[in-house]
């Protein structure tokens, strides 16, 4: 079993900083892909950013200069830096993880933390 814990949430004014992070623990062979998606309040989830074991990083263009997403390999966690936070970037944050955790079976599964509740004020 694979199981995600997110941290780091919380509430903060708006172009104050948050970091969130996310850590995976089990029987976890590789990891891939890790992300970052948003769910605020009526809207649809969005991948916010992502980056892969080959280090590739991507954001989302709200976020472009004012996130950075960054990972630990040996610790099999995910971090995102939130700088310059606006109200718009209020939102449940959640982690997704692609890995590999069983033997002789080669796919890349999803995984997903709990969610954590960013609320930025105004």
């Known amino acids: 079993q694979v199981q995600l814990v997110e941290s780091g949430g919380g509430l903060v004014q708006a172009g104050g900083s948050l970091r969130l992070s996310c850590s995976a623990s089990?029987?976890?062979?590789?990891?891939?892909?890790m992300d970052w998606y948003r769910q605020a309040a009526g809207k649809q989830r969005e991948l916010v950013a992502g980056?892969?074991?080959?280090?590739?990083?991507n954001y989302a263009d709200s976020v472009k200069g004012r996130f950075t997403i960054s990972r630990d390999n040996a610790k099999n966690t995910v971090y995102l830096q939130m700088n310059n936070l606006e109200p718009e970037d209020t939102a449940v944050y959640y982690c997704?993880?692609?890995?590999?955790?069983?033997?002789?079976?080669?796919?890349?599964?999803?995984?997903w933390g709990q969610g954590t509740q960013v609320t930025v004020s105004s």
């Open positions: 997704h993880f692609g890995l590999r955790s069983r033997p002789y079976y080669s796919v890349y599964e999803d995984y």
């Open positions: 089990g029987n976890i062979l590789r990891i891939n892909a």
């Open positions: 980056t892969t074991s080959d280090g590739r990083t």
